[in-house]
Structure formats: C-alpha cells, structure tokens
C-alpha cells in the first residue's frame, strides 16, 4: 500500500508542475517585444514611452512616459518618468531625471539631468542644464549652461553661463 500511495504521490507533482508550465500566465507575450524591436531603430521600456512615435528613429525612451508625444524627432535618449514628454520634433536632445526636458516641443540638441532640469524649455536649443531644476523655465533661449539646483532658473536670454545655486 505504502508504494502506491508514493507513486500517486509522484504522478500528482508531475502534473501540477506540467500544468504550470502550460498555463498561458505563465507565457505572457508584449507586442512590440521589450528591449527594442520597434522601427527606426527605436527602444522603449515603460508604460506609454514613445506612445506617438510616427516616423522618429534611433529614440531611446526609458521609464513612465518618456518621449511620450514624440512623433518625428530622432536621436534622443530620455530616462526618468515624463522625460522629453512633450516633444513632438525636437532631435538630438538628452534628458535624464524625473520631468527634465519635460515641455520641450521642438527644440534640439539639449543636453538636461537633473530632476526638472529645462523643464519648460519650448523650443530653445543648444542648451545645457545640469542640476536640480537648472535652467526650469528657459522657453525659447539657446546656447545656455547652467550647473548646480536652480542655476538660470528663469532664463529669458542666449549665450549665458551660470555656476552654481
């Protein structure tokens, strides 16, 4: 009796692990694939990251709405939650940090780290803003650098440097 009860035993084990191998949970597909598989060499990880790509290319978009109305501007990297949200042709533009480069539309070539860092910058280019909301509220200015937590808070100008709080 003692050997039978050890072969239910085994044959109840097998089953339960055969059907967990099978269930469909267990097999869940995403479509596109993470971890590339878009067109236009482009990469998204995270809910809604290039959502509105149309024919924008070698986009980089990680994490919770990165690059999320992106739609035709190419070669931009964006890390952070809501990174480069906001741009619709804007190219060349890096953005690393929650928010940063958030209302950028179209301007290009922004390099932002930093949360909130170029946070509203609309169309300026040529930018560089590294720090906690450094160069926040740009708008339209260009060929500015701002290093440290608020440097160029309110920009309204070109060509200006800023070190520091």
Known sequence: MKRITNITYAAFALLALASLALSPTARAQLNPPPDGGYPGGNT??????????????????????????????????????????????????TANGFLALTYNENGSDNTANGAY???????????????????????TGSNNTANGAS?????????????GV
């Not at 290319?57 to 992106?70: D, K, V």
């Not at 860092?117 to 708008?139: K, M, Q, V, W």
């Not at 440097?151 to 070190?163: I, P, Q, R």
């Open 117 to 139: 860092a170029l946070y509203l910058n609309f169309s300026g280019s040529g930018n560089t803003a590294n720090g906690f909301e450094a160069l926040f509220h740009n708008g």
């Open 44 to 93: 998204a990880e995270g809910d809604n990251a290039l959502f509105s790509l149309t024919t924008g290319s070698y986009n980089t978009a990680n994490g919770l709405g990165t690059l999320y109305y992106n739609t035709t501007g190419s070669n931009n990297t964006a890390g952070g939650v809501d990174a480069l949200y906001y741009n619709y042709s804007g190219s060349y533009n």
């Open 151 to 163: 440097a160029l808070h309110n920009n309204a100008g070109s060509g200006n440097t800023a070190n």
